[in-house]
């Protein structure tokens, strides 16, 4: 039984937006291995109905949507038909349960092509689909492409949908790294547009505790989990325009691998895939959490 989480009262209270600790919890547990062909996951997403789970891998892979059944059986191959594998980085849905590809990985923070594609994805009997809507866009703040080595902010794994606008969570590669993340809003639309600065926050630790690698948010939109190789961070408090006082609970997973997709079960259930490394990772795993009231 996993033990129930608890923040001190000065904690609950804090609007401090840096990172807080909180007691650890048991391991993971192995919800079933992906299957052999799926080595470099790079985000899941449940259907509407919850029976499939949709799953993407990265930059030299496919452009290709992968359907599993809940026990990790691989029942479709979906190929995105007008769409290049770039980077595809995540994979998030919104209320209505439209599926969004992530086109921006961007490892070297040069990329100019940077896209979020809405898919006609239905369900898992489909062959192909085609991506019916593409958002543009270009980070506000960024001029240069790249830029020098210490500002390398612009590289990003992690989105969520939510009321009409896109959040983008970036992942710091700059060199001296200390956790520092950006939170750009993009509108949910076809064009190309400026991404919009909304915050600017720090996770604490090394890269393994602090580098963002997928995103998530819950069925009432007051919380989103931040996931690394290590942990996972719990933003509370924000509002539709600004994150910059957003509270953030850690959360150590007492593991660490190549941690690359989260999603909600339920709203106090994540099922987290990391890739595969050897003998090590290739799994989808379930995390039950108390996640903290605002």
């Not at 009997?125 to 019916?132: D, I, R």
């Not at 931040?226 to 007492?254: Q, R, Y």
Request: proline share 2%; hydrophobic share 35%.
């Amino acid at each position: 039984m996993l033990r129930i989480l608890t923040l001190s009262a000065f904690l609950l209270w804090s609007c401090n937006p840096k990172a807080q600790d909180t007691p650890k919890t048991d391991e993971l547990k192995v919800e079933f291995s992906l299957p052999k062909k799926l080595k470099e996951v790079s985000g899941i997403v449940l259907s509407q109905d919850k029976n499939t789970i949709w799953a993407i891998e990265d930059q030299g892979n496919k452009n290709v949507v992968y359907g599993l059944d809940k026990q990790g059986k691989l029942v479709t191959d979906v190929l995105v038909e007008n769409a290049e594998n770039n980077d595809w980085e995540d994979i998030t849905k919104d209320a209505q349960g439209n599926i969004y590809l992530g086109d921006f990985g961007n490892n070297d923070n040069n990329r100019q092509n940077l896209a979020i594609l809405k898919l006609d994805l239905k369900d898992a009997s489909q062959k192909t689909t085609k991506a019916v809507q593409t958002t543009k866009f270009h980070y506000e703040g960024q001029t240069e492409f790249p830029p020098k080595k210490s500002n390398w902010l612009y590289d990003c794994e992690a989105f969520v949908e939510m009321n009409g606008n896109f959040y983008l969570f970036t992942k710091n590669r700059s060199k001296g790294f200390d956790g520092t993340f950006l939170v750009f809003q993009v509108p949910n639309k076809e064009g190309d547009f400026e991404a919009k600065l909304i915050g600017k926050l720090k996770l604490a630790g090394k890269y393994s505790d602090a580098a963002i690698t997928s995103a998530a948010i819950n069925s009432t939109n007051d919380k989103i989990v931040l996931l690394t190789h290590k942990n996972i961070h719990v933003l509370s408090g924000f509002t539709a325009d600004n994150f910059s006082t957003a509270k953030i609970e850690k959360v150590s997973l007492n593991h660490n691998s190549q941690k690359e997709a989260v999603v909600f079960l339920d709203d106090k259930t994540l099922l987290i895939a990391d890739e595969k490394d050897n003998d090590t990772g290739g799994n989808v795993y379930r995390f039950e959490f108390n996640p903290q009231a605002k």
